[in-house]
């Protein structure tokens, strides 16, 4: 059940990173993830195995890519709950799960917000099961830093309400905002417990918040601490949650210098001359 919903993750990964292949591979191979599980998992019952949310071909090529990407989705989500229902604590299934609900509260559409903060909410209790087994893991710590972000995201994205008075309409908004500014900051504090760890990635992480949230100075302040540890790669900066800040000046600077650094780490080293003298 976990490698089914592995799999399903995978695709729908695929799908999001523009594999014009992954669907229609998906769909002529018989090792299709759903007639796999067939295969794979003959102890099964066949219905049980596929789920209620089983993909046929048709469905796939059918459906939108946004959408698309959601029924794959919930039909993974489908499995991991059946494989958690029969370990618990399995924590590599939980990692998965967590994967798969921050992709699809991310991915559902704006307006089910209902449906998308369900997804969100679910991840949220399974890495807060998750760090009470462990609480300085360091892939725990960064997926649900990366979770409360994407929610954060997610809230701002909702449009300010029309209804109700003026002042009714001003609650609202300070409220949406409120909610936004605190996963923020619980992300920020799990990508610190990941600094405090000694994770290399915890300090791109805070720059990556940081920069999201319009805080120059503390982007660039992390940004150029990660450089100086010499962790800093320029394809980082190529991450959209700089695009605030990449026509600035010190970006434009920094990237230069990795940049100059790469072509110097490629330009072949001269080789020593041949001591043709005997000993």
Request: charged share 35%; net charge negative.
């Amino acid at each position: 059940l976990r490698a089914l919903g592995t799999v399903c993750l995978h695709w729908a990964e695929r799908i999001l990173a523009d594999d014009g292949e992954a669907v229609k591979k998906g769909c002529e191979k018989p090792q299709h993830f759903g007639e796999w599980s067939l295969q794979k998992a003959p102890e099964h019952d066949a219905k049980d195995v596929r789920g209620p949310g089983y993909i046929s071909a048709m469905d796939v090529e059918t459906a939108q890519v946004e959408e698309e990407v959601v029924i794959i989705l919930k039909e993974g989500r489908h499995y991991l709950m059946e494989a958690l229902q029969l370990e618990e604590e399995d924590l590599e299934t939980i990692m998965v799960l967590t994967d798969v609900l921050t992709i699809l509260g991310t991915q559902v559409e704006q307006e089910r917000e209902e449906e998308w903060r369900q997804y969100f909410e679910e991840g949220t209790i399974l890495f807060k099961k998750a760090l009470e087994w462990d609480e300085e893991n360091g892939e725990i710590l960064n997926q649900y830093g990366i979770l409360l972000t994407k929610q954060a995201r997610k809230i701002l994205q909702i449009e300010p309400s029309s209804e109700g008075t003026p002042e009714e309409q001003k609650a609202s908004e300070e409220a949406r905002l409120k909610d936004a500014e605190e996963l923020f900051n619980l992300a920020e504090r799990k990508f610190l417990d990941l600094e405090d760890l000694g994770v290399w990635f915890g300090v791109l992480n805070l720059a990556c918040l940081a920069a999201l949230r319009d805080k120059e100075e503390e982007a660039k302040s992390w940004l150029l601490l990660c450089h100086g540890r010499g962790q800093l790669e320029v394809e980082h900066l190529e991450d959209e949650d700089f695009d605030l800040h990449r026509q600035k000046p010190w970006f434009l600077e920094l990237q230069h210098t990795l940049q100059e650094k790469r072509l110097k780490a490629a330009e072949p080293t001269p080789e020593e001359p041949l001591d043709l003298m005997p000993a």
